[in-house]
């Protein structure tokens, strides 16, 4: 009985001391976290292509490898939802998703709205596996000025 009692306590000890329990969802999720959001486009929100592509949301893989984001969903508070194709992140790479139209690259991804996604005065950019489980997510206030690197 008193084995049982100890085991837990000695493997949690052991995990502790090895950072298993202290990873963030992004690091247990190969390393992808949202590392910065442009959610006011440089001056005025007129709807045209280039204002909707002035708002992006950067990924940042920080691991060692490659990690594939088919599947992953990219999402605001009000669920406007970004579903990543067939698309890989390299090891130690970055990859924005504008909201507007554009032709993507290795680097950059595109939603092809017509709207805003991600509201001025306050919102969350939340990424999720295919599977829905959270991976990061990053939220601003009024206080932030036009970005936020999270």
């Not at 202290?22 to 486009?41: C, N, Y």
């Not at 939802?81 to 993507?104: E, M």
């Not at 690259?105 to 990424?127: C, E, G, I, M, P």
Request: net charge positive.
């Amino acid at each position: 009985m008193r084995f049982r009692a100890t085991l837990p306590a000695a493997l949690a000890g052991a995990a502790l001391l090895t950072g298993t329990l202290l990873s963030t969802p992004a690091q247990a999720a190969g390393g992808v976290t949202i590392s910065h959001v442009w959610f006011d486009s440089p001056g005025s929100d007129n709807g045209s292509n280039a204002s909707l592509n002035g708002e992006w949301v950067q990924l940042k893989n920080t691991s060692r490898s490659a990690v594939s984001l088919k599947g992953w969903i990219l999402k605001d508070a009000s669920n406007h939802k970004y579903v990543f194709p067939n698309v890989r992140i390299g090891a130690g790479k970055s990859l924005k998703v504008h909201t507007g139209k554009g032709t993507d690259t290795a680097a950059h991804k595109y939603q092809n709205r017509r709207a805003y996604v991600w509201n001025n005065t306050s919102d969350t950019a939340t990424l999720t596996r295919a599977s829905g489980a959270k991976v990061d997510s990053c939220s601003w206030t009024r206080r932030d000025p036009s970005d936020k690197w999270c």
